[in-house]
């Protein structure tokens, strides 16, 4: 929670007006003597994998080309005049990503605010500004001293405040804690307005830290050393300490997450040891360059006994077949493991536990329920331990399973595992195999799920499926997309003649070795140009309408996606490759946004189909897009007719009836069906006992298409029972059906 700041906290952040006056120079680019906006502020996080750093200057937006002047006359000690990092170093301050003035060389004297020292780089938009020599960098930003002026009335943000074991990345499930605490803390440096871009809105704080109130925050029980302050940014230090500052699950060069309750030097925490058991309020404070100030304070409860609870189990398969409801998961290793708890749903949101702890001890994997699913379900497991009461874990990621019929079974593989805050999805479970399952289930089809881990230990494998859809978010090289081995996976069962559908938004960025920066192979762009068959165009297409391209499967049909369950910000472009075409294009632009192909893989002579969506299925926008854009899928793959078939050119002169929209449904449902002539039809729904239920169509109809609607009442008008129901379609002693449910 958030309140007005205490006395205590204005005498903190009037702390910063109290430091001297240092050396001060104006802007190295125009105009010279106003303020500009920041992109990337002293010590903020800067993530590159093995590298990690403290950034050790100040971004400085300006358009690509724009000049950069000396901000202090002086001499040229050093420059590099190629690529994107290429400087001019005069004396202790150097000028990053410009292309150096060809008229200038290393010892030349140069002139404050005269001297052109080079142009901004192209493609990088800013110049970064460097004050202080190589591992002695010094702070541009701080009051009297530096940039100057520096106007920036934007307070920082602190987005929230969490609690980890120290030193560990399991974190307490609830503001109950004990024993040896980290305050992991999310902060947000504002240099710019709300309506400027989110790089000037997300930098790194110049000063953090932490106090524990009293629970009426009437007093303060315990501070650390320097009146709470536990970190500040008035130069950098060694980038050696740069995890004992950020906390790198969570850290990335747009998310600054600090570990307050650490030194810069070393590890520390808070030993909650040391105060009675009871409820205290965490304070946090956050301040600028400017005095600009954010507090937040949390309630929490030290608790003598064990809070901590088992780390999340990870389910491994869910399934239908003949011997029921198999489920699969891998173990936790928590030396006081009690158990699992197995919870089920109809709609992924209301939960009902199965089976507890009791019935799936410790050391248990998996096991088989006594049921059938003709109708989809959704499963969650979780963890327990022997504590009492007891801590319950976090919940696994969202599977299903429904039952499917012979020559269609569905395998959904779960291959997103980004987490990390540099993606766009950040917590730590998601349900989108169950979207994937959903649109499945309502166009008739049953379903498996199983995680990418499950594959590659063998336990379950793509050849017993007649079709794969393997879902990757907006995983990428961080996590990989496809590893070397799922390529093997893959390879092998396309050249089987199986059926893939793969939708992600980095998959080509971190196959292709067109981008440098992804670290492909050569072997992984075979796999992306022979197995996904595409070629890579572009890392962020910008666009977030596509539309179904002439003669594609996906022909007559225009949607939007990424803006939920998370915000998608780099999708890829394609090109189509190796005897693929075009399925949806980026409106208006011509980009490729999906590639669709039949035909062999590799050397087999076996004829398999592919579908590649270059976005994540789980962010196309409504549930009704999700179930067309599968729905043409699954017809592409098995040679059915789409649930909107009656808008498909496809289905123009055939004798079709589609399945019900929405299944299951309530109130009322759509029945569509088309005919390949006149003649006379009669549509009428059954309970599964044979009974007729309601005549829905009956006489003389024309060519086309059709649609029908019930609205789940009987001949009599009374509303039909929950339940599953048939639909029959009878044409010139033809005839065809469907299922559906109805669920009061």
């Known amino acids: 929670m958030k309140n007005k700041m ?41 993530d590159t994998g093995s590298s990690d750093h403290f950034h050790n200057g100040t971004d400085i937006p300006k358009a690509d080309g724009e000049p950069v002047y000396a901000v202090k006359s002086g001499t040229i000690t050093s420059m590099a005049t190629s690529g994107s990092n290429a400087y001019v170093r005069v004396n202790d301050i150097a000028y990053v990503h410009i292309q150096p003035n060809p008229n200038l060389s290393v010892g030349d004297n140069v002139v404050a605010q005269q001297t052109v020292l080079g142009t901004i780089y192209p493609g990088m938009g800013h110049v970064h500004f460097t004050y202080g020599y190589v591992g002695s960098e010094k702070n541009a930003m701080l009051p009297n001293s530096g940039l100057t002026p520096l106007d920036d009335p934007w307070a920082p943000i602190i987005r929230y405040t969490h609690f980890y074991v120290n030193k560990s990345t399991s974190k307490f499930p609830s503001e109950q804690i004990s024993g040896a605490v980290d305050i992991v803390v999310k902060v947000d440096e504002q240099n710019g307005p709300p309506t400027t871009y989110l790089s000037r809105r997300n930098n790194g704080i110049y000063k953090i830290g932490y106090k524990i ?14 009146n709470g302050l536990r970190f500040r940014f008035d130069n950098k230090p060694s980038n050696d300490y740069v995890h004992n500052v950020f906390f790198d699950q969570l850290s990335s060069t747009t998310s600054h997450v600090y570990i307050v309750t650490n030194n810069i030097e070393k590890d520390n925490y808070w030993n909650t040891t040391l105060l009675d058991s009871g409820q205290y309020v965490v304070m946090v404070f956050a301040e600028d360059t400017r005095g600009n100030a954010d507090t937040m304070y949390t309630p929490v409860v030290i608790s003598g006994n064990d809070v901590l609870p088992p780390a999340t189990p990870v389910l491994r398969f869910t399934g239908n077949d003949e011997s029921g409801i198999p489920i699969g998961w891998y173990p936790v290793s928590d030396a006081d493991l009690k158990g699992y708890r197995f919870y089920f749903s109809t709609d992924a949101e209301n939960w009902t536990l199965h089976s507890d702890e009791n019935n799936l001890p410790a050391g248990m994997t998996d096991t088989t329920f006594n049921a059938q699913l003709p109708t989809a379900r959704y499963f969650r497991i979780s963890a327990v331990d022997e504590t009492y009461p007891p801590n319950e874990s976090g919940f696994s990621d969202v599977y299903g399973a429904m039952q499917a019929q012979p020559g269609q079974r569905i395998l959904i593989v779960d291959g997103f595992d980004r987490t990390e805050s540099s993606g766009s999805w950040h917590e730590a479970a998601h349900w989108f195999a ?101 070629d890579y165009a572009a890392d962020d297409a910008g666009i977030y309408s596509v539309s179904g391209s002439e003669g594609g499967i996906f022909q007559g049909l225009e949607f939007t996606y990424g803006s939920q369950p998370y915000t998608e910000d780099y999708p890829d472009a394609l090109n189509a490759y190796g005897g693929s075409q075009a399925a949806l294009i980026y409106k208006g632009s011509g980009k490729i946004a999906a590639v669709q192909y039949e035909g062999t893989f590799g050397q087999s002579s076996a004829a398999g189909k592919l579908v590649y969506l270059a976005f994540p299925f789980e962010t196309i926008d409504s549930a009704e897009n999700r179930v067309k854009v599968m729905g043409r899928i699954a017809s592409f793959f098995f040679d059915a007719t789409a649930i909107d078939g009656a808008e498909n050119p496809s289905v123009a002169g055939r004798f079709a009836l589609l399945p019900n929209y929405p299944n299951p449904f309530n109130p009322s449902t759509t029945i569509r069906f088309s005919l390949p002539q006149a003649g006379r039809v009669r549509l009428a729904v059954f309970d599964i006992r044979g009974r007729l239920i309601k005549t829905l169509k009956e006489g003389f109809l024309n060519a086309g298409s059709h649609r029908v609607q019930w609205d789940g009442r009987n001949n009599a008008g009374v509303s039909a029972a929950s339940g599953m129901y048939v639909y029959r379609l009878q044409f010139d002693n033809r005839m065809l059906h469907g299922k559906m449910l109805l669920l009061r």
Request: hydrophobic content about 40%.
């Open 213 to 226: 109130l009293s629970a009426d925050t009437g007093s303060v029980v315990y501070e650390p050393p320097n």
């Open 434 to 534: 169950a979207v994937h399952g959903m649109a499945l289930a309502a166009n008739g089809y049953g379903f498996d799920c199983t995680a990418n881990e499950a594959l590659l230990d063998g336990s379950v494998s793509l050849s017993d499926y007649d079709a794969v859809i393997w879902l990757l978010g907006d995983e990428s090289t961080h996590d990989e997309t496809f590893s070397d081995r799922e390529q093997a996976l893959v390879r092998a069962y396309l050249e089987a003649g199986g059926n893939l559908m793969v939708s992600g938004s980095e998959i080509a960025w971190d196959l292709d070795t067109d981008n440098s920066s992804s670290g492909s192979t050569v072997e992984d762009e075979t796999f992306l140009h022979n197995y996904l068959k595409a």
């Open 6 to 46: 205490y006395p205590l906290i204005i005498i903190l952040a009037g702390f910063s007006t109290l430091l001297q006056a240092g050396e001060q120079f104006p802007w190295p680019v125009t105009p010279f003597d106003q303020s500009h906006e920041i992109t990337g502020t002293f010590c903020e996080f800067r």
